[in-house]
């Protein structure tokens, strides 16, 4: 009777001290600041095939793994086409210099800016055909994670990360990424403190005084895909700024109360929640609870960012804009009952109705900034034309750097109507979900390229670089405008 009390005193004292170890990996402290330095657009190397001249950005929606294989379809066609750049011969994909993504789509995006050829050769074995659902509950079930789970820094969140990065990425940080040069992979997720949206970059780190370059890239992808109710978030410290730090140029007056109407007060209002070290922890979850499609970081760059800055520049000739949105929508059975929807009824729409509406928001709001560029070119060619004629003398408007001639390429669904063969119903109606059959991964990978190929806006970008490749003046039926709205 005395053994067995000293047994379980030792176990007992055993269980205390496991679930006390477990612990989630800790984001690492940054000493010193340097704009010059770390995970961003500016620092990564081009490549010998990439120019700017021809700028192109993807975003690939969440969805689970039908956004994971749509995008992965959609990089198979762009490693397929061959086009005509500055008098170099290239495939459409050397040319991709960002990668803005969400939940599912976030392991396409970060295997290909981690392993890049290997994309083609193994992602569809090691994630696509995998039964990642399956796997998740095989960690979950086991007895030897309880006692790590029973520690309240510990939690299903860290599990995913574990087996992400062991089985997915290969254990692999940011720096590889930044080692890789472009694209830049902007990996988004959404803090749940002030419900804003956090991208995984140096700058973001910056605000929280850390290193990213140390950061495991499987954490950022869990904590994208983080969807609610199923997992957990997962957790950064928030230290001191690091010595020498100083907030991006347009903060200052961004936060400025009396421009509360813009977006860059709210984006200056979202950098000051990280500023204020009153707020300790981060908490993070599925990015597409801020933005399921990928491009608010897109019209960030575009606002104040790295786009904005090679516009102003005058180096963007053709700005390319893919979004690959892989949105379902089930029928509307609600609304023909009496009774009114269960528990788990009102949790799914909860956490997706507000997803699929800002979707629609965020590519509305694309569109309606290159309209809003391209009618500003097309007034100052108008206004220098008139005063040429009527007044020579009078001064002219300042010209832009450059006029760019853009594209909004948005791939879903929906649009499988209208290829030849081909169910959007089909498409429309499977699960979100990390498992999928092999039928259904072959359907969807297959569906992306003849979705793009489709596309009147690609077609016309086609057309035009064709026809500047071979000194041909540009198609009639593709005048600058006409690649921004269907």
């Known amino acids: 009777?005395?053994?067995?009390?000293?047994?379980?005193?030792?176990?007992?004292?055993?269980?205390?001290?496991?679930?006390?170890?477990?612990?989630?990996?800790?984001?690492?402290?940054?000493?010193?600041?340097?704009?010059?330095?770390?995970?961003?657009?500016?620092?990564?190397?081009?490549?010998?095939?990439?120019?700017?001249?021809?700028?192109?950005?993807?975003?690939?929606?969440?969805?689970?793994?039908?956004?994971?294989?749509?995008?992965?379809?959609?990089?198979?066609?762009?490693?397929?086409?061959?086009?005509?750049?500055?008098?170099?011969?290239?495939?459409?994909?050397?040319?991709?210099d960002c990668i803005s993504s969400v939940s599912g789509g976030s392991f396409t995006a970060a295997y290909y800016g981690l392993f890049r050829e290997r994309l083609f050769e193994d992602f569809r074995v090691r994630f696509l055909e995998r039964d990642v659902q399956g796997a998740l509950a095989s960690r979950l079930f086991n007895p030897v994670n309880w006692v790590r789970l029973a520690s309240p820094y510990f939690s299903r969140i860290d599990m995913a990360a574990e087996l992400y990065d062991r089985d997915i990425f290969d254990a692999a940080g940011f720096e590889r990424l930044q080692r890789n040069g472009r694209p830049f992979v902007i990996l988004n997720a959404t803090n749940l403190g002030p419900d804003r949206r956090f991208d995984f970059t140096q700058e973001s780190f910056d605000a929280l005084g850390s290193r990213l370059d140390l950061y495991q890239v499987s954490r950022a992808?869990?904590?994208s895909s983080a969807f609610p109710y199923l997992l957990t978030p997962i957790s950064l410290k928030n230290y001191p700024v690091a010595e020498g730090y100083t907030a991006p140029w347009w903060y200052k007056n961004a936060i400025d109360s009396n421009n509360w109407t813009t977006e860059r007060y709210n984006a200056a209002k979202n950098l000051s929640v990280y500023l204020d070290k009153e707020n300790r922890f981060i908490h993070l979850m599925d990015g597409g609870l801020s933005d399921n499609i990928g491009a608010r970081a897109v019209l960030d760059a575009f606002d104040r960012g790295f786009i904005r800055t090679r516009i102003n520049q005058g180096v963007i000739k053709h700005l390319v804009l893919i979004v690959v949105n892989a949105r379902t929508q089930?029928?509307?059975?609600?609304?023909?009952?009496?009774?009114?929807?269960?528990?788990?009824?009102?949790?799914?729409?909860?956490?997706?109705?507000?997803m699929d509406n800002y979707s629609y928001d965020s590519?509305?709001?694309?569109?309606?900034?290159?309209?809003?560029?391209?009618?500003?070119?097309?007034?100052?060619?108008?206004?220098?034309?008139?005063?040429?004629?009527?007044?020579?003398?009078?001064?002219?408007?300042?010209?832009?750097?450059?006029?760019?001639?853009?594209?909004?390429?948005?791939?879903?669904?929906?649009?499988?109507?209208?290829?030849?063969?081909?169910?959007?119903?089909?498409?429309?109606?499977?699960?979100?979900?990390?498992?999928?059959?092999?039928?259904?991964?072959?359907?969807l990978v297959a569906i992306g390229p003849k979705l793009l190929q489709a596309a009147p806006q690609y077609q016309c970008m086609l057309k035009v670089l064709a026809a500047e490749a071979e000194g041909q003046l540009r198609p009639e039926a593709c005048p600058v405008g006409a690649g921004i709205f269907p």
């Open 330 to 354: 089930s029928g509307d059975q609600l609304s023909r009952k009496e009774k009114p929807p269960g528990f788990f009824t009102v949790a799914e729409k909860t956490a997706t109705v507000a």
């Open 221 to 223: 992808v869990a904590a």
């Open 363 to 443: 590519v509305t709001k694309l569109r309606e900034a290159l309209y809003a560029r391209v009618q500003t070119q097309k007034d100052d060619q108008a206004c220098v034309a008139l005063l040429s004629k009527y007044c020579p003398q009078a001064p002219k408007p300042i010209p832009f750097a450059a006029d760019i001639d853009p594209y909004v390429i948005e791939i879903k669904f929906e649009a499988a109507s209208q290829i030849p063969g081909e169910d959007a119903h089909y498409y429309i109606g499977l699960p979100t979900s990390f498992k999928l059959s092999k039928e259904q991964v072959a359907k």
């Open 1 to 96: 009777m005395k053994r067995y009390g000293i047994r379980m005193a030792v176990l007992t004292s055993a269980f205390i001290l496991l679930t006390g170890c477990a612990q989630y990996i800790v984001n690492d402290r940054s000493q010193t600041f340097d704009a010059k330095s770390g995970y961003r657009f500016d620092t990564l190397d081009p490549g010998a095939l990439n120019s700017d001249s021809l700028f192109i950005c993807l975003m690939f929606s969440g969805g689970g793994t039908r956004a994971a294989a749509l995008s992965y379809g959609i990089m198979e066609a762009l490693r397929d086409t061959v086009i005509c750049v500055d008098g170099l011969e290239k495939r459409l994909l050397d040319e991709v």
